[in-house]
């Protein structure tokens, strides 16, 4: 894969014993989407996905209250904010994508309560 920031990613040719290797537009690479042109959106909705998914698992425990709501807070914090951070450091986020993160966790912490 060649990372660029043009519409149509340069061509690259690579043969190993006389096979050419295709080239790929995105891959996943230890849990991160990588793609061509080098941005996160992939990434950030992929993430943004499966910390919901996992909010929803543990809906019985983020909703209980019998549990105080610290320790909510904090299971939450463990638990889903993780999934949805993870690889966050080498992220380029714009004012949109920033705004769907803060939405989603908005979204958590209307649903913890």
């Not at 690259?12 to 996160?40: E, H, M, P, V, W």
Request: hydrophobic share 35%.
């Amino acid at each position: 894969m060649v990372i660029s920031r043009k519409q149509e990613p340069p061509k690259c040719d690579i043969f190993i014993n006389d096979a050419k290797l295709k080239q790929q537009d995105k891959f996943k690479y230890l849990g991160t989407i990588i793609t061509s042109d080098g941005r996160n959106n992939n990434e950030i909705a992929a993430r943004i996905a499966q910390a919901k998914t996992n909010f929803q698992k543990m809906r019985a425990v983020l909703t209980n209250k019998h549990i105080s709501i610290q320790t909510r807070k904090r299971v939450l914090q463990c638990y889903i904010e993780t999934i949805l951070l993870y690889g966050c450091e080498a992220w380029t986020i714009s004012k949109q994508t920033e705004a769907k993160l803060e939405a989603t966790e908005m979204w958590f912490l209307k649903n913890k309560q």
